[in-house]
């Protein structure tokens, strides 16, 4: 099985308490909604809902970043902001709805009329594509091309990184082989997707599941014609089925897209194309692009990482108008692989989660604010049956202090009445980890647990804490880490980290090492699950589960300080993209 890496590199905030700053911030919006005013619409104008509406038309719209896409491609792509990002130029049968908040999880049609016609109790979903809807070059965008652009995902040996839901659900035994290895003569011999016509596309699944629709909304789902896939090299220069082209590219640089005249607005409800040009400008020092940002050079962060500890400070003291704070739908936390001993006893487990102070920690990832609520649980408010009251530990309930009666009573049960040592994993290239790794250290120093942190090469995650042979031989019982939803279920949220097929010898996310056949089951029958409420309580079930191996600490849900400038127009945050802006409605003033 190849891997499902984690889409959630952020480049995150050094600690710093900032509440004290937004007492007096009025959270009031005051800003006008007039075009070239200049005035900033509010603090939190923008948080799930829509702050300066406009259709207006024209200028470039300037994203900076600090972190390059994993892949422009579609099908290799992980990182959220690239998701996001790709809708300039990439459709898909359905996409999510572009409204900020809570509704932009929804599915609408995008290529498609309509959303699926789900029949033989649903196995078999069939779409009838929207007319107009076109490559760059004018040519249509037919079911062929749909189908040819998801069977890239099976070709893992040449296309590696991306998610590959739709290749696990419709060909769970790997017969297929992907379409550069396809004997059939038109390349597309994948059975489990019929394209009668080139209007028409139907998808047998061999067993129901659930979020069959949620992964065609993925970019990974986008269609991409034959005559133009340059293989490993097509991340260098997509071909385009939405408004904006690629002009330029250099990695870890600068991208340029310009509008794609071929593009027809009355074939896509949901892209406005309102920019005549979009940049990204790349640079190195994330502290520098704060700088540039207030000082209106850019636009927004593409990443939407928050802020540095400088720059979120200058921007809540003098700027608090051009900031939002929105919830990530991400959780940050510190898992116990069961390989590594003494975690794979769950009373040593129970006492590093007593132990460990979680305001502490909270603190070091920029308190309330920048860093987010203190975590009770595993299972993030952007997906449903999630619920951030449900507290088996006690955590928020002792307001986030560590229980040191508690810890050392599991480390009597474990047999390490006097405490152990371990070593924290953490990311060089992520301050705030390490920052929250001291905490935790600091604290379980108390209940007699030596923990050194050791810090390795954040670039090399995948074949480092993602190696569970070099996790045992580094000895590294606890991983810093985090992880949100790919889609909003427990299945694009929870398999990858808590099901026993996603243990891999490279790659792996099941950093705790669960292999526990109840579970596995729990996720068979919410994935056969059609009706949306009893699947949200089936995974919270999964998710009580997890919380009562205590595997994992949650430290926070996360929050974020991220930057607007006083030119864009219709800038929302969504859940839809992780409490990022949804990117294709953007426009500037």
Sequence with gaps: MTTQRSSRRRIAASAVA?????????????????????????????????????????GTLKFIGTQDADSWDTTRGYYGFAWDFMRYYSRTLVSSKPVAGKESSELVPDLAKSKAKITDGGKTYTYELRDGITWEDGKPITSKDIKYGIERQWAQDVLSGGPIYLKD?????????????????????LDAIETPSDNKIIFHLPKRNGDFEQMLGMPSASPVRQDKDTKSKYGLKPFSSGPYKF????????LTLVRNPEWKKSSDSIRKALPDKVTVTLLTNADEMDKRLINGDYDLDINATGMEAAGREKALKEHKGNVDNPSTGYIRYAVFPQIVKPFDNIHCRKAMIYGSDHKSIQNARGGPLAGGDIGTNMLPALVPGSDLKFDPYGIAKNQGAADVQKAKAELKKCGKPNGFKTTIAVRNNKQVEVASAEAMQASLKKIGITAEVDEYDGAQTTGIIGNPDVVKKKNYGIIIMGWGPDFPSGQGYGMPLWHSKYILDNGNNNYAMIDDKKIDGMFADAIAELDKNKAAEKYAAINAEVMKGAYYLPFTFEKNIIWRSSRLTNVGTTDAYSGRYDYAVLGVK
């Design 169 to 189: 659900t419709l060909d769970p035994d790997g017969k297929y082989k992907g379409p550069y290895k396809d004997k059939a003569k038109d390349k597309l011999g």
């Design 247 to 254: 002009e330029s590219y250099t990695p870890n640089k600068k």
């Design 18 to 58: 900032v509440a004290a700053l937004l007492t007096t911030a009025a959270c009031g919006g005051g800003g006008s909604d007039s075009e070239g005013d200049g005035k900033a619409p509010g603090f939190n104008a923008a948080k799930a809902k829509t702050a300066n509406p406009s259709n207006k038309k024209g």
